[in-house]
């Protein structure tokens, strides 16, 4: 008898913020595929990061816990080994996890459950290890101005990666239609990993010039928010972003459109791919990223920040004969309720101490009942020499209509999410909101005390303060590590 389990192609791309898609409403950016993964599943409008930093989210996804409770804040943090994984649970299950692309896994242990692993990271295992260089867009990955600077038509190491990936994928969806005409039935599960749209915003000139001239300013500027919060004018301000003219905001914008473009068609060549062989029946799809980016909305880049172009995410799930079409849910979901979600489509065991909540009943009927209560932390060390030198504690909740960020050492800020969706207006100071900011105060500090998580986090500092030393001295091998030529990154028609 066939296994009535769902196949799973799972795609994770990065730093993809959700408003420049489509499906999601962009009439500028030229997303096909997705829009008609969309039309053909379900889209999430409300879907949220557990960190918007690249380590603490992904790590929250595989384990379907937040930061704070694998010890997991920052991308230098090691996630343990026998922490379980939404990976060693569809191998509990019966499924051959595989991964092809970007994972971003700090350690010895660059499988995490997955039984093969293709392609691999850009990145270094280790703390300390040995970096990558981009040559002429060196520190363009990182959240410094150069990145602005140096942005444009061109090509960066991090799109060369991605066609990697893509053709990888493709193969092994080759083997496994092969083994299924050799008489196998066991259901497949996939994960691809992408490194676009991350930074840098350098894009191939074909698909840069499609946006020359349609790519407009940001929509909000610094002064349009009112009680512009302390911390993030010290995180402007720290990197270099305060006085960005206009001319290098557009052309980093339009880099960035260009490369969703360029990341969609290599995901419709896998969905192409996927019908031609025969094998898209009874499988699940799943589109999403790990974090967003703030593309110079109110003057700030990159991720990093509770606003929702750097903390909300795409999210889009089809499944033939199975979910609804065309269909869209509000309903307030993170990565690590994804991490349920997909453990329950493939009946395997829930991940242990998992905190995620399965949203498949939600993606099947939009009346199911859900509780609309989401957190996402981000915290700092002080050991990445991009962010500021006095660590910090911050972490969100977000509910059905409000959303409180509180920032340890500051003022919170409070957003009507209902009435000011751009998070324009902060009534964390408004004494009529007072109560409400509290009670969500309260709410977020129940089980996270960040006087506990300072002294936690600095013991893990000294920690990884040696692991650093020892892997600068030692120089140990990476395993999965995609090697990046320094030669294959550019900018054209601009001063490098």
Request: hydrophobic share 35%; aromatic share 10%; charged share 25%.
């Amino acid at each position: 008898m066939p296994d009535q389990r769902p196949n799973i192609l799972f795609i994770m791309s990065d730093q993809h913020t959700q408003r420049v898609l489509g499906c999601y409403g962009d009439d500028v950016v030229a997303t096909p595929n997705l829009d008609r993964l969309a039309n053909r599943g379900v889209t999430f409008d409300n879907a949220y990061t557990p960190s918007p930093l690249c380590v603490p989210a992904r790590m929250s996804f595989m384990t379907g816990r937040y930061p704070c409770r694998q010890s997991c804040w920052t991308n230098s943090d090691m996630l343990p080994s026998d922490r379980p994984t939404i990976a060693h649970s569809l191998g509990a299950a019966g499924y051959q996890p595989t991964l092809v692309g970007r994972r971003h896994s700090i350690g010895p242990d660059q499988l995490r459950g997955y039984i093969r692993r293709e392609v691999g990271d850009h990145s270094t295992n280790w703390v300390g290890g040995v970096p990558h260089s981009l040559g002429v867009l060196n520190k363009t990955n990182d959240p410094y101005r150069v990145s602005l600077d140096k942005s444009g038509a061109g090509q960066s190491s991090y799109e060369c990666h991605d066609y990697d990936v893509t053709d990888a994928t493709l193969q092994v969806l080759d083997e496994i239609a092969q083994s299924r005409q050799a008489g196998a039935t066991e259901p497949f599960a996939l994960s691809v990993g992408y490194l676009m749209p991350h930074q840098p915003f350098v894009a191939r000139k074909e698909y840069y010039e499609r946006y020359e001239g349609r790519v407009d300013l940001p929509d909000l500027s610094v002064s349009a928010i009112d009680h512009e919060h302390p911390y993030l004018t010290e995180w402007r301000e720290f990197t270099g972003i305060t006085d960005v003219p206009d001319e290098t905001i557009v052309r980093a914008r339009t880099a960035y459109y260009a490369l969703v473009e360029e990341m969609d068609a290599m995901i419709g060549r896998i969905l192409d791919k996927l019908e031609a062989l025969g094998l898209s029946d009874n499988t699940l799809i799943v589109y999403t990223s790990d974090h967003g980016d703030q593309l110079g909305e109110r003057g700030l880049w990159w991720k990093q920040t509770f606003y929702d172009e750097s903390a909300k995410i795409p999210l889009v799930m089809a499944w033939p004969g199975v979910l609804p079409q065309g269909e869209r849910r509000p309903q307030v979901v993170n990565l690590i309720d994804l991490a349920a979600t997909l453990l329950d489509a493939a009946d395997a065991p829930p991940l242990p101490d998992g905190e995620g909540r399965s949203f498949l009943n939600v993606a099947h009927d939009e009346t199911r009942p859900w509780i609309n209560e989401t957190f996402s932390e981000y915290c700092t060390d002080g050991m990445a020499p991009w962010t500021l030198p006095t660590p910090v504690r911050q972490r969100m909740i977000r509910t059905d209509r409000w959303k409180l960020n509180y920032y340890d050492g500051y003022r919170p800020q409070l957003f009507d999410m209902l009435n000011d969706p751009g998070e324009t207006r902060d009534l964390a100071l408004d004494p009529e909101y007072a109560d409400l900011r509290d009670g969500l105060i309260a709410r977020i500090l129940v089980d996270w005390n960040p006087d506990e998580l300072a002294l936690e986090i600095a013991e893990k500092t000294e920690g990884k303060e040696l692991l650093r030393d020892w892997s600068r001295a030692v120089k140990p091998a990476d395993a999965h590590r995609w090697t990046i030529r320094e030669e294959d990154n550019w900018l054209e028609n601009h001063d490098q």
